[in-house]
């Protein structure tokens, strides 16, 4: 299905390409039962699926946070499972990611946290000193104007809402001028509005930027929005991979099980499901 | 209940006796409960007849107290310039003992930690290197450094630091294992090596505990550091020493006091500090 989408200008090599990607846990748990995904141009690609189909697992296998059983994961034609712990290195520099706590290290300040996705490009006794080149420092500042953070530079990670939180967490991952960026529900643990505005950023940074995004997503409503294309994983296996506007009500029900994908029901309806409790105690007596 | 029996129509469920008896412990647990008490009282029975205690001497030891306190009194305040310059070494022990074992607590913390040592055996070095350092007391190394550089401040300071590094480690230890594991996920996955991570993820999270163990050992410290004297590793503890030996008890007062002053200007200092810290 990733073959019908792959139309226009494409480059030679895809993106991404993750090819039978598979994940058993030491505890014995199947997350992912071999995954093909191929993205070849800049788009936003949401996953979804119930908890524990192995969103995250995936998310997390693409930068080995999660270290995968089996499979490849072609990033611009290099295998990052393929690669050693500096090899590992040299690839997840080119890997942004965003965090559902956002993971701001709490008692740094929002400079500091900016400026660690150039972690990977200076050396220790840099890091110590928290001295970075001009150049560094001149994006870091342009980074947080482009979010919305201009003057927040010097204000402590801790100090600030879970909006902003995540926009210090974008700048983060953004700071590593990265060709591909993972979002692990982005969005959970913020407000419906907050939420739109942070997808409505990252919809926006994936075009300026020509950067591909991953992103895990529960909120199936927000990923039709703003998402260019869904995945639906369910038990560790795709079971869905098209635009946003192909998720049918058929296809949820491919991905997350039977349910009535209905809108809420209205007043007449109510008074059904309250019957029900009434009968179950009858029946008991 | 009752006011419900009016309203059902027709059908009337069976009412459900529920228990009016509930205990928070089995039978079980209370007898363990009792055991464990008898335990306890046995093994200070035990103590009492085991360590032969002279009981003779309660007799008169009001008496013996108020001897002594009529002959410590008045503290001899002539004695005081004598001592200024011991109290201060007696300070500068604790501080330079303290800060040598802030260094070597920390690589040792690291490695007694395990979310951040190599492997099981690096673990163990890290906490073998704990329990050695804890379990001999500060006054026992000062025998110890004493033997090697002879009498002084010098075998203080190290039995200072010898004793402090495996508290200040420990503690540390805890602290890192404790750590926010996502906020060195970000870290890792920024493609920063090893020693960035600990440094840029870690250790701004342990701080609060590196200063607030680090100036709360050193308040022990000028505690301990006051009798190492005893044992000839510097400081005061080597005048009182010598003015308890001498039944000088009026100039042993003055020195109590000194220390007790010390003792509590240091305790102050420890509390304020460690309570500025978030």
């Given at each position: 299905?990733?073959?019908?989408?792959?139309?226009?200008?494409?480059?030679?090599?895809?993106?991404?390409?993750?090819?039978?990607?598979?994940?058993?846990?030491?505890?014995?748990?199947?997350?992912?039962?071999?995954?093909?995904?191929?993205?070849?141009?800049?788009?936003?690609?949401?996953?979804?699926?119930?908890?524990?189909?192995?969103?995250?697992?995936?998310?997390?296998c693409?930068?080995?946070?999660?270290?995968?059983?089996?499979?490849?994961?072609?990033?611009?034609g290099?295998?990052?499972?393929?690669?050693?712990?500096?090899?590992?290195?040299?690839?997840?520099?080119?890997?942004?990611?965003?965090?559902?706590?956002?993971?701001?290290?709490?008692?740094?300040?929002?400079?500091?946290?900016?400026?660690?996705?150039?972690?990977?490009?200076?050396?220790?006794?840099?890091?110590?000193?928290?001295?970075?080149?001009?150049?560094?420092?001149?994006?870091?500042?342009?980074?947080?104007?482009?979010?919305?953070?201009?003057?927040?530079?010097?204000?402590?990670?801790?100090?600030?809402?879970?909006?902003?939180?995540?926009?210090?967490?974008?700048?983060?991952?953004?700071?590593?001028?990265?060709?591909?960026?993972?979002?692990?529900?982005?969005?959970?643990?913020?407000?419906?509005k907050?939420?739109?505005?942070?997808?409505?950023?990252?919809?926006?940074?994936?075009?300026?930027?020509?950067?591909?995004?991953?992103?895990?997503?529960?909120?199936?409503?927000?990923?039709?929005?703003?998402?260019?294309?869904?995945?639906?994983?369910r038990?560790?296996?795709?079971?869905?991979?098209?635009?946003?506007?192909?998720?049918?009500?058929?296809?949820?029900?491919?991905?997350?099980?039977e349910?009535?994908?209905?809108?809420?029901?209205?007043?007449e309806?109510?008074?059904?499901?309250?019957?029900?409790?009434?009968?179950?105690?009858?029946?008991?007596? | 209940?009752?006011?419900?029996?009016?309203?059902?129509?027709?059908?009337?469920p069976?009412?459900r006796?529920?228990?009016?008896?509930?205990?928070?412990?089995?039978?079980r647990?209370?007898?363990?409960?009792?055991?464990?008490?008898?335990?306890?009282?046995?093994?200070a029975?035990?103590?009492?007849?085991?360590?032969?205690?002279?009981?003779?001497?309660?007799?008169?030891?009001?008496?013996?107290?108020?001897?002594?306190?009529?002959?410590?009194?008045?503290?001899?305040?002539?004695?005081?310039?004598?001592?200024?310059?011991?109290?201060?070494?007696?300070?500068?022990?604790?501080?330079?003992?303290?800060?040598?074992?802030?260094?070597?607590?920390?690589?040792?913390?690291?490695?007694?930690?395990?979310?951040?040592?190599?492997?099981?055996?690096?673990?163990?070095?890290?906490?073998?290197?704990?329990?050695?350092?804890?379990?001999?007391?500060?006054?026992?190394?000062?025998?110890?450094?004493?033997?090697?550089?002879?009498?002084?401040?010098?075998?203080?300071?190290?039995?200072?630091?010898?004793?402090?590094?495996?508290?200040?480690?420990?503690?540390?230890?805890?602290?890192?294992?404790?750590?926010?594991?996502?906020?060195?996920?970000?870290?890792?996955?920024?493609?920063?090596?090893?020693?960035?991570?600990?440094?840029?993820?870690?250790?701004?999270?342990?701080?609060?505990?590196?200063?607030?163990?680090?100036?709360?050992?050193w308040?022990?410290?000028?505690?301990?550091?006051?009798?190492?004297g005893?044992?000839?590793?510097?400081?005061?503890?080597?005048?009182?020493?010598?003015?308890?030996?001498?039944?000088?008890?009026?100039?042993?007062?003055?020195?109590?006091?000194?220390?007790?002053?010390?003792?509590?200007?240091?305790?102050?200092?420890?509390?304020?500090?460690?309570?500025?810290?978030?």
């Amino acid at each position: 299905m990733a073959g019908s989408l792959s139309t226009g200008a494409a480059p030679a090599a895809p993106l991404l390409a993750v090819e039978g990607l598979s994940k058993v846990y030491p505890t014995g748990k199947k997350a992912l039962g071999g995954i093909d995904v191929m993205i070849d141009r800049p788009q936003l690609v949401a996953v979804i699926g119930s908890s524990g189909a192995g969103k995250s697992t995936f998310i997390r296998c693409i930068n080995r946070l999660v270290e995968p059983t089996a499979g490849r994961i072609l990033l611009n034609g290099e295998d990052i499972v393929a690669l050693d712990r500096k090899g590992l290195r040299a690839a997840r520099r080119r890997v942004g990611m965003i965090f559902q706590e956002y993971n701001l290290v709490e008692r740094l300040s929002v400079m500091q946290n900016v400026l660690s996705g150039r972690l990977g490009y200076v050396g220790l006794m840099a890091t110590l000193r928290w001295r970075f080149p001009p150049e560094d420092i001149a994006a870091a500042f342009a980074l947080l104007d482009r979010v919305g953070l201009d003057g927040y530079h010097d204000q402590r990670a801790d100090a600030l809402s879970g909006g902003q939180r995540q926009r210090v967490g974008i700048a983060r991952a953004l700071m590593q001028r990265p060709d591909l960026l993972l979002l692990d529900e982005p969005t959970a643990s913020l407000d419906p509005k907050t939420s739109r505005q942070i997808m409505r950023l990252v919809r926006e940074l994936v075009a300026e930027r020509q950067t591909p995004a991953i992103i895990n997503i529960h909120d199936v409503a927000l990923a039709r929005s703003y998402a260019d294309r869904i995945i639906g994983l369910r038990d560790g296996l795709l079971v869905f991979d098209a635009t946003a506007g192909e998720l049918t009500d058929e296809a949820l029900t491919r991905i997350y099980g039977e349910e009535d994908w209905a809108p809420p029901p209205s007043e007449e309806d109510e008074d059904e499901p309250a019957a029900q409790p009434g009968k179950a105690r009858a029946g008991l007596s | 209940m009752t006011a419900h029996q009016p309203t059902p129509p027709s059908v009337t469920p069976a009412p459900r006796a529920y228990p009016d008896h509930w205990e928070r412990y089995s039978p079980r647990e209370r007898m363990l409960q009792w055991l464990w008490t008898g335990g306890i009282a046995l093994a200070a029975a035990w103590s009492v007849s085991a360590l032969d205690i002279e009981w003779a001497f309660f007799a008169d030891a009001h008496e013996q107290a108020a001897d002594l306190i009529g002959r410590m009194w008045p503290p001899r305040w002539s004695y005081l310039p004598v001592i200024v310059q011991p109290l201060i070494e007696t300070l500068h022990i604790a501080t330079l003992g303290t800060l040598i074992a802030i260094v070597l607590a920390l690589p040792v913390a690291f490695l007694a930690a395990r979310n951040t040592t190599w492997n099981h055996g690096t673990w163990l070095v890290g906490r073998a290197i704990l329990v050695f350092s804890r379990s001999i007391n500060t006054v026992i190394w000062g025998l110890l450094f004493v033997a090697i550089f002879g009498p002084g401040p010098v075998a203080g300071i190290c039995a200072v630091a010898a004793r402090s590094v495996g508290f200040i480690a420990k503690l540390v230890a805890e602290a890192i294992e404790e750590v926010d594991a996502g906020q060195i996920e970000a870290v890792e996955a920024t493609g920063a090596r090893t020693l960035q991570v600990q440094a840029v993820a870690i250790l701004p999270q342990i701080l609060p505990v590196l200063i607030g163990t680090s100036i709360y050992r050193w308040d022990i410290n000028v505690r301990e550091s006051s009798v190492l004297g005893f044992v000839g590793a510097g400081g005061i503890g080597l005048l009182l020493y010598a003015s308890i030996n001498q039944f000088a008890w009026s100039q042993a007062l003055v020195i109590l006091m000194a220390i007790l002053v010390i003792v509590i200007i240091s305790e102050a200092l420890s509390a304020y500090v460690r309570s500025r810290i978030v």
